[in-house]
């Protein structure tokens, strides 16, 4: 594992966000909507810098991989419980990658009835960019490697490292 960015790095590119959040929302209440389950850790701490009033609520989504594309795209796990019509909804996730997971995301919320939709992430990783989708608020780009820690997993392990850390290419594979 090679560390990218330690506690301190991540907790200043955070806070800055959340600064550039607050002054786009400028007072108004925004419903964030954290996917399921990497977007877990940054939001928890993004929403305790945001000086705005916060409604909170999840959304639970699972993307294919691998050859097979399903033409429905992303399948959701769980829904909102927030009637999500009428808000200024604020989607958190952990990774913009192919971006297909979040252009389903942005529709499905749309189509709900919010006044606004907006996109916030921890890291961008545009090399593999397949859908037209560029994040509205982001920590870090990212290149093309697999990365665990601070709420992303490998086969469902390392989403409680506080650091975001490379993993090898061969452990990567397995
Ligand atoms: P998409 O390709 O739809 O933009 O991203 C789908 C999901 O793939 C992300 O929300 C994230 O869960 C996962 N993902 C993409 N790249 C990485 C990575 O480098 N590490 C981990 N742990 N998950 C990733
Ligand atoms: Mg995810």
């Known amino acids: ?48 810098r945001l000086d705005l009033p916060v409604a909170l609520d999840t959304i639970g989504v699972a993307s294919y991989t691998g050859a097979v594309q399903h033409a ?12 999500l019509r009428d808000r200024d909804v604020l989607i958190v996730d952990d ?9 389903h995301l942005r529709e499905e919320v749309a189509r709900r009835g919010a006044r606004s939709v907006a996109t916030a992430v921890l890291l961008d990783k545009p090399a593999r960019r397949a859908a037209p989708i560029e994040a509205d608020f982001k920590v870090f780009s990212v290149p093309d490697v697999w990365i665990v820690g601070y709420g992303l997993d490998h086969h469902d392990r390392y989403r409680n490292l506080p650091f975001l850390a490379a993993l090898d290419p061969e452990a990567a594979g397995g």
């Open 1 to 48: 594992m090679t560390i990218l960015h330690d506690e301190a790095s991540i907790r200043a590119g955070v806070d800055a966000l959340a600064v550039r959040i607050a002054a786009h929302y400028a007072g108004r209440e925004v419903t964030v909507l954290v996917v399921l389950r990497g977007g877990i850790v940054f939001a928890a701490d993004l929403i305790r």
């Open 72 to 83: 429905s795209g992303p399948r959701l796990t769980s829904t909102p419980q927030i009637d």
């Open 95 to 103: 990774i913009l990658d192919t971006g297909r997971t979040l252009s």
